[in-house]
């Protein structure tokens, strides 16, 4: 009998030890879980254990953001503004036309705001002299009343309203705006003691938390978390692009509102979203703080942004135009074209010419080389790294002011060519410029593309202006031959073509076959 009832516990026991270790593992994942969610949790040198009971009281009271939140929230406001429906001018209007495209690939990189028409006639035609309502997000940054928006939210308003945490509503005015990077200041009167916030000094990181605050659909005051999941996105919207992707959900409304760091401090400004559906898909995208501590500082001082200027066109260096120029890396901006009469055509810079530094610090592509100097002030002296015709040297000019608005830089090229000798590396068929009716005189037509060719795959069309090849004038087809043939025994595998289209000059380069 004992036999039996020992046989049965030591039976239990079989049965009870791995039932006990799979609780016991259950507890331990929970704690590593627990570790790894922490804040301060670092997966190298953890010096310490946290015991069961302690996991599961944390995991019970996740750490919040309440304590950020409740300080940073009373300093961003609801913006307001009405438009008149007429005001073709207006980015708001033109952005809700363009998102109502259903033809638009992607829904673009939208714009976010609310719209709303008249009488409740969203989808209705459009009647004249009717004023529509728009609805954005916006943040104090001082004291006594001036506040950041975008520009697309108060662009061309007939009159501006913000609204407090708390509800109060103050009339505003716009003080500047700079459509360049969609950023606008704005200005309440008759209060010295608004609450505010200040920009971060520090680049975020990728990864780092992220807390946005705005107005989306109207709702006031809304609170989405996130991280910063990337950082200089170019997503077409300038030449000064270099957004912060967030992933914290932003919609429309909350345009011009701020995206904080754990410390309360503003990262960026919210201004677009890639939306196919029109609503967040968890990929938004701010103004960076660095730039708009810029701009905002020239908006309060003289209600404008004035950049410098180098009077050129430029492109990235691709490894193509890199192995067909001799430059070691793909680095630096292309000169295409310098514009009459601009700082950098008067001090000798050509087309061909790579600037690879401004004032020591190395250029990695053409957005570079815009936002670098758009942040320096007209009259700046600067100096330029160029790798102009196979060896490097340095230019020193004084920038100018960036021109509002600039000029085409080609002509359509039109006429019929007479056909001509084909160069089959390439696969094109050219003629002269003089012989080609509306061509000019300065280099060869393409009066065919081979579909197939090395030349149809980089972009070359029919109608086209070779204006040299391998850094060399060319006018008529044996130079653009001796030229391809000098690559070719150079070691070469591609040979670069400054090309003449209808609305710009642009350098490919092509691979020889």
Request: avoid cysteine.
């Given at each position: ?412 090229d039109e006429g019929k060519a007479q056909p001509g000798n084909g160069t089959p590396r390439l696969g094109l068929s050219l003629a002269p410029a003089g012989d080609v009716q509306g061509a000019g005189q300065k280099g060869v037509v393409v009066t065919e593309v081979d579909p197939q060719g090395p030349a149809a ?57």
């Amino acid at each position: 009998m004992n036999d039996r009832v020992n046989s049965d516990i030591t039976t239990s026991r079989r049965i009870l030890k791995p039932r006990r270790l799979a609780l016991l593992g259950t507890v331990a994942a929970l704690g590593v879980a627990v570790l790894a969610a922490s804040p301060g949790f670092s997966p190298l040198g953890v010096t310490s254990f946290i015991a069961p009971a302690q996991a599961a009281e944390s995991a019970a009271t996740p750490p919040g953001f309440g304590d950020l939140v409740a300080r940073v929230k009373p300093a961003v406001i609801s913006v307001r503004v009405r438009i008149d429906q007429d005001n073709d001018k207006s980015a708001m209007l033109q952005q809700n036309r363009m998102d109502s495209d259903e033809d638009a690939p992607f829904d673009q990189f939208s714009r976010q705001f609310g719209f709303r028409l008249p009488g409740g006639m969203n989808g209705m035609p459009r009647q004249r002299h009717q004023m529509v309502t728009g609805e954005g997000s916006g943040f104090f940054i001082s004291a006594d009343g001036y506040a950041v928006t975008n520009n697309h939210v108060v662009d061309h308003a007939e009159s501006v309203q913000v609204t407090m945490d708390d509800g109060t509503s103050y009339t505003a005015k716009v003080v500047g705006t700079d459509p360049k990077t969609d950023l606008a200041l704005i200005k309440v009167d008759g209060k010295k003691d608004f609450p505010f916030v200040k920009f971060s000094d520090q680049k975020p990181r990728i990864g780092d938390w992220v807390v946005a605050v705005g107005n989306p659909f109207g709702l006031g005051g809304t609170v989405t978390a996130g991280i910063v999941s990337a950082s200089g996105r170019d997503i077409g919207n300038g030449p000064y692009d270099d957004f912060i992707q967030i992933d914290a959900p932003i919609n429309k409304g909350n345009s011009g509102g701020p995206a904080f760091d754990m410390s309360g401090n503003v990262i960026g400004v919210n201004t677009a979203i890639f939306s196919p559906s029109g609503g967040s898909v968890g990929i938004g995208f701010d103004i960076p703080a660095t730039t708009a501590k810029l701009v905002v500082a020239q908006l309060k001082d003289k209600g404008a942004v004035t950049r410098g200027w180098l009077g050129v066109q430029v492109q990235p260096v691709t490894s193509e135009i890199a192995d067909s120029l001799g430059l070691k890396e793909a680095r630096g901006a292309i000169v295409d074209n310098p514009q009459d009469n601009s700082p950098a055509a008067k001090a000798g810079i050509e087309a061909g010419d790579v600037i690879t530094a401004v004032n020591g610090t190395a250029i990695k592509d053409s957005r570079d080389l815009a936002r670098t100097v758009a942040t320096l002030a007209p009259g700046t002296s600067v100096k330029l790294d160029v790798f102009h015709k196979g060896a490097s040297k340095t230019v020193t000019l004084a920038l100018g002011e960036l021109p509002n608005e600039r000029q085409a830089q080609g002509k359509a090229d039109e006429g019929k060519a007479q056909p001509g000798n084909g160069t089959p590396r390439l696969g094109l068929s050219l003629a002269p410029a003089g012989d080609v009716q509306g061509a000019g005189q300065k280099g060869v037509v393409v009066t065919e593309v081979d579909p197939q060719g090395p030349a149809a795959q980089r972009g070359i069309q029919t109608g086209d202006v070779i204006l040299n090849v391998g850094g060399k004038p060319v006018a008529n087809v044996g130079d653009v031959r001796a030229e391809l043939a000098q690559a070719k025994s150079s070691g070469k595998n591609s040979v670069l073509l400054q090309i003449r289209s209808a609305d710009a000059t642009r350098f490919v380069a092509v691979p020889l076959a």
